[in-house]
């Protein structure tokens, strides 16, 4: 067995599989939704993002880092409602996918110029993901560290050469398009929670001495990575700039041309770098859910990029076309998170620290259900789709064993395969 991680390597890892070339666009984004008032929503989300990393560190000291957010899902509620949290991964998180290739597209636009430039940069990226995950080639986690490492120190400098440059004014009026503007806001900022479920299979790997400490230390650091360029994004480029490559324009203010291009290389690395894991987990997801077993014998890699490119393709010409699949990703996440703490809450000791973590995080995550609004749809769709298959998997099973022993079972028997934690708690209902 190897050594457990250290402190400093442990912490690495935790912010980099939470931070990426989000936070280079996103805080623009959600300034131009709502003006500065969104500084509002990205506290609480970075308050509830320290509720779900505690929350999931419990859930791995539980099963000692062997389980993900679906296996905790189908022990706490049944396989479907498991399988239901799967599928939103795996279909779910593909148009993020292509909106990271769009991120890093909008930063290549802004020292090259061109209007496709995005889309182009895009659909490279993607194919370019694909082609290295097909062959076997993974970004080692040291790599990503070493990435995580670089943005942290670029979001550094450039905070510490930009902040000279900040105009009180930019932060009045505070909520220059209505306070209803902070619920869309909140939404698009969703994408700060995703990795914060990577805690619970990191416990295996650290000394369970230095776990929570790793924890605090990645939630300090995030926070101050989102606090930061948010702050920056207002008080130097304004919440009216439409500025889609915000930390270039920071870096281009006070370097010049040389700062842009700086800016955007990283951009592209990160990118690439953050996409390639994303891309790589989806494979592994494809891969538990058999999707090489079905008919067409469809490699697990195909689906969700081949949702990817036509996210590209239903999003080309549209002004917020970033903004519009960051919509689709979070949509299929809050559900995701929803039943990941409501699993906590009812596999985790009643009324101890962790437990009334996932109880406050429940909350928060559902009221982010009311922005979503007809984002929902989709993750809706799996769910139904989901439980429509397994009635009709139960009834096919029911019929051929009606055919072949000539017996009749009870009404609503229901032969499910039981995973060995369900096994162990035989009247442990399924949510769905």
């Keep these: 067995m190897p050594p457990p991680l250290t402190f400093a390597?442990?912490?690495?890892?935790?912010?980099?599989?939470?931070?990426?070339?989000?936070?280079?666009?996103?805080?623009?984004?959600?300034?131009?939704?709502?003006?500065?008032?969104?500084?509002?929503?990205?506290?609480?989300?970075?308050?509830?993002?320290?509720?779900?990393?505690?929350?999931?560190t419990a859930l791995g000291r539980r099963t000692g880092g062997a389980s993900d957010l679906a296996g905790y899902v189908s022990t706490a509620f049944g396989q479907r409602s498991g399988l239901?949290?799967?599928?939103l991964f795996y279909v779910g998180v593909p148009p993020g996918v292509a909106a990271l290739g769009l991120f890093g597209g909008q930063y290549v636009q802004a020292a090259v110029g061109g209007g496709a430039t995005p889309v182009i940069v895009a659909a490279v990226l993607i194919a370019a993901t694909y082609a290295t995950n097909s062959v076997g080639l993974h970004f080692s986690s040291s790599v990503q560290v070493v990435m995580t490492s670089v943005l942290v120190g670029l979001l550094l400098v450039t905070f510490a050469l930009s902040v000279g440059h900040m105009d009180a004014s930019h932060f009045t009026p505070l909520a220059p398009h209505g306070w209803t503007a902070i619920g869309p806001a909140a939404f698009l900022l969703v994408w700060v929670l995703t990795g914060w479920e990577a805690s619970a299979n990191l416990y295996s790997s650290l000394d369970p001495a230095s776990v929570?400490?790793?924890?605090v230390a990645a939630v300090l650091i995030i926070a101050t990575a989102f606090g930061s360029i948010s702050v920056l994004v207002l008080g130097v480029l304004n919440a009216d700039s439409t500025s889609v490559?915000?930390?270039?324009?920071?870096?281009?203010?006070?370097?010049?041309?040389?700062?842009?291009?700086?800016?955007?290389?990283?951009a592209l690395i990160l990118t690439f770098g953050n996409m390639n894991a994303y891309v790589a987990g989806l494979g592994a997801?494809?891969?538990g859910l058999a999707v090489g077993r079905l008919p067409w014998r469809i490699p697990p890699l195909a689906i969700p990029t081949a949702i990817a490119i036509l996210s590209l393709v239903l999003t080309t010409g549209k002004h917020d076309a970033a903004r519009m699949l960051v919509g689709v990703t979070a949509a299929s996440q809050v559900p995701v998170l929803l039943l990941s703490c409501l699993a906590a809450l009812r596999l985790l000791d009643r009324f101890t620290a962790a437990w009334w973590s996932a109880a406050l995080a429940s909350m928060a995550i559902a009221a982010l259900l009311v922005p979503?609004?007809?984002?929902?749809?989709?993750?809706?769709?799996?769910?139904?789709?989901?439980?429509?298959?397994?009635?009709?998997?139960?009834?096919?099973?029911?019929?051929e064993a009606g055919r072949h022993r000539g017996d009749r079972r009870p009404r609503g028997y229901t032969p499910i395969e039981m995973s060995t934690a369900d096994r162990a708690k035989p009247n442990s209902p399924d949510l769905i």
């Design 285 to 287: 997801i494809g891969r």
């Design 212 to 215: 929570v400490k790793v924890a």
């Design 84 to 87: 239901v949290v799967g599928l």
């Design 9 to 56: 390597r442990g912490t690495a890892l935790y912010v980099a599989a939470v931070l990426g070339p989000g936070v280079l666009t996103l805080p623009a984004l959600a300034a131009h939704v709502a003006g500065p008032a969104f500084l509002i929503p990205l506290v609480l989300i970075l308050v509830l993002s320290a509720l779900l990393a505690a929350t999931f």
């Design 372 to 399: 979503a609004g007809l984002y929902l749809v989709a993750p809706a769709t799996i769910a139904l789709v989901t439980v429509a298959g397994g009635w009709w998997h139960t009834r096919a099973v029911l019929r």
């Design 245 to 266: 490559a915000p930390v270039a324009e920071l870096l281009g203010i006070v370097l010049g041309p040389t700062g842009v291009f700086v800016a955007t290389a990283l």
